[in-house]
């Protein structure tokens, strides 16, 4: 790849409008890293930089999160996943990466999942952080959740989206031995406009991307942790099992995000798959 200064992705309308930072190497096989729901790329700070010796890392924030341009928001475009897939499609195509190793985390799994059905030759590889293709029951299926929670959860975000996030986001992050954890997420979801964030939240919780799975032709790294009340153990092992040749790694850690409380377990897995596929 090219390694792109700065200055210059400030001055690129596509990096801009995603606050891409690339760091790292100048050469080897690039990482890029998606954050989650009411998340951004800050989520990665201890992760990321294990990396950044041997290969360029891009950053970037999903539209409407982080530093992204808040203008860029397109109601009508980011009305399912497929518009935050042609954000991290242009991303790559505008720092000429190819081969990518596309990290993502709880949603952006599926985001990186459908990106990489479009371009294999963009994105190499998937390393998928919690992920989950559907969060809702269905028959023969467990995601989670009924009908009846999403909608009540829903409810509950468009009646007090502060609330819902100070309630939601610890039982997330899980680990109440380090509540400090859950005083980020918090905050975290805070920071996100309550107008995007529930519009995310609905494409998050209501989308169905079991039938996407079989498509995935790119070697897939699975992270699943314990205990994780947005994507239990079955859901990980659905996604293992439905995408060909895919590996499965359950994590010693609990709760929905690794990268924050056990990142050393996270890097170890990442770096194992990243030097496995890169001698396929």
């Not at 009305?79 to 991303?91: P, Q, R």
């Not at 996030?165 to 979801?189: C, K, R, V, W, Y």
């Amino acid at each position: 790849m090219t390694f792109v200064a700065s200055d210059e992705i400030d001055a690129t309308p596509v990096l801009r409008r995603n606050n891409v930072r690339v760091s790292g190497a100048a050469t080897g096989r690039p990482l890029m890293f998606a954050h989650g729901f009411g998340c951004s790329q800050e989520m990665w700070r201890l992760v990321a930089p294990a990396f950044e010796a041997d290969h360029p890392v891009v950053l970037f924030d999903l539209v409407g999160s982080g530093g992204s341009d808040l203008a860029a928001y397109d109601a009508g475009k980011y009305d399912s996943l497929h518009g935050y897939a042609d954000d991290a499609i242009e991303i790559a195509e505008e720092l000429g990466l190819t081969d990518v190793v596309f990290v993502g985390h709880s949603v952006s799994s599926m985001i990186g999942v459908l990106a990489a059905i479009r371009r294999p030759d963009l994105f190499g590889a998937l390393a998928l952080v919690s992920p989950s293709p559907r969060y809702v029951d269905d028959e023969g299926y467990r995601g989670g959740f009924s009908q009846e929670d999403i909608d009540g959860l829903l409810d509950a975000l468009d009646r007090n989206y502060l609330n819902w996030s100070a309630t939601l986001a610890p039982q997330i992050m899980g680990n109440p031995g380090f509540p400090e954890l859950g005083d980020e997420l918090t905050e975290s979801f805070c920071r996100t406009d309550p107008e995007i964030a529930r519009q995310f939240a609905q494409v998050t919780f209501l989308s169905d991307n079991r039938r996407d799975l079989p498509k995935v032709t790119v070697p897939t790294l699975v992270l699943q942790c314990a205990e994780d009340i947005i994507a239990p153990v079955a859901v990980g092992r659905h996604v293992h099992e439905n995408i060909a040749g895919s590996t499965f790694v359950q994590l010693d850690a609990t709760g929905h995000c690794p990268h924050l409380s056990a990142p050393q377990e996270v890097v170890s897995a990442l770096r194992e798959f990243v030097e496995d596929t890169a001698t396929r």
